[in-house]
C-alpha cells in the first residue's frame, strides 16, 4: 500500500525559508515520478515540482529559483526546500507520486494543467506573512 506523509509545514515570514519532507512506502522509487502539489484555498491545486528517478527535476514558474526538490533514497523521504517564501506561496502542500516515469507522463501529471498523480498524502500547511 503506497503511502505518503507529509511534514516541515509551518509559519513564516515574507523572505523566510522551509523545507518540507515526505517519507515514501509501499512502492519502488526506481519507477515512480514523485514532486509535490499545492493548494491554496479557493484555489485549484497547483503542481510545485517534480523529479524523476534519475534525479532529473523541473519546476513551476512561480517557484523556480526558489524551490529545490530532490530525494534520499536511503532514508525513503523527498523534499522540497523553498526559499525567498512569498504570500503567495501559502497554501497546503501536497506529496506526490505516480507510476508512470516523469518522461512517460508523470511531468504532466504533477506539473499539468490539471495536476493528478494517483497518490499523494494529506498535505502540510505552509503559511506566510507578509
Known amino acids: 500500500q503506497v503511502q505518503l506523509v507529509e511534514s516541515g509545514g509551518g509559519s513564516v515570514q515574507s523572505g523566510g525559508s522551509l523545507r518540507l519532507s515526505c517519507t515514501v512506502s509501499g512502492f519502488t522509487r526506481d519507477t515512480y515520478c514523485m514532486g509535490w502539489l499545492r493548494q491554496a484555498p479557493g484555489e485549484e491545486r497547483e503542481g510545485v515540482a517534480a523529479?524523476?528517478?534519475?534525479?532529473?527535476?523541473k519546476y513551476a514558474d512561480s517557484v523556480k529559483g526558489r524551490a529545490t526538490v530532490l530525494v534520499d533514497n536511503a532514508k525513503n523521504t523527498l523534499y522540497l526546500q523553498m526559499n525567498n517564501l512569498k504570500p503567495e506561496d501559502t497554501a497546503m502542500y501536497y506529496c506526490a507520486a505516480d507510476p508512470r516515469a516523469c518522461a512517460s507522463g508523470g511531468y504532466y501529471l504533477i506539473l499539468g494543467p490539471i495536476p493528478a498523480p494517483e497518490y499523494w498524502g494529506l498535505g502540510t500547511q505552509v503559511t506566510v506573512s507578509s
Open positions: 523529479i524523476d528517478s534519475d534525479g532529473t527535476t
